[in-house]
């Protein structure tokens, strides 16, 4: 396999900048970019709150499942993954078989800020959206620090930070391909 195909996935909370990180990265790199909650939308025809309404997390996160083992290309993608998908179980092992992880972090702070202007997303539609982003975070955080190259995301240009993801995945696909060819 070559390096220069090994499919990038992007993990961390709601808020870090997955979808805009990855689309700058994707179109740099000639990748195609698929956002997985967008492409599970797509598939279900309905809206991630309709979903998580309808037929619940539990149903959801068994579609993120499934997107990850057989929806999208093997090589040439880039993939925001969902901000709940790597902490399922094993989830973060499936991924790292398929490409390279790298996590986008933020202060819970920029979070916050961040995810105030935004109502499609169904964990936040509680009474105390705040109090639900820090009790979320404060359970995920330590899964998203094992997933991959962390790259803060706080107050940086995005260029800077489109580079630094471009230079780990390089230096990850490396690796990877290297893995792959052992096989």
Request: net charge positive; with cysteine; aromatic share 6%.
């Amino acid at each position: 396999m070559n390096p220069a195909d090994v499919n990038l996935y992007l993990v961390g909370f709601m808020g870090t900048g997955k979808t805009t990180v990855g689309r700058a990265v994707a179109q740099k790199i000639a990748f195609h970019l698929l956002d997985s909650d967008h492409e599970i939308e797509r598939l279900q025809g309905k809206t991630i709150p309709d979903i998580f309404a309808q037929d619940g997390e539990p149903a959801f996160r068994a579609m993120e499942r499934d997107f990850i083992e057989r929806g999208h290309p093997a090589e040439k993608t880039l993939i925001a993954c969902g901000g709940g998908l790597v902490v399922q179980p094993g989830m973060l092992e499936l991924l790292k078989t398929k490409g390279v992880v790298v996590c986008l972090h933020a202060s819970l702070e920029t979070i916050l800020a961040r995810t105030s202007r935004q109502r499609n997303r169904p964990l936040l539609a509680v009474e105390n959206p705040e109090e639900r982003i820090r009790v979320l975070y404060a359970a995920r955080e330590p899964i998203y620090k094992q997933s991959g190259t962390v790259i803060l995301t706080d107050g940086r240009p995005l260029n800077d930070i489109v580079a630094h993801v471009m230079r780990a995945w390089r230096r990850d696909a490396v690796d990877f391909a290297r893995a792959q060819e052992k096989r």
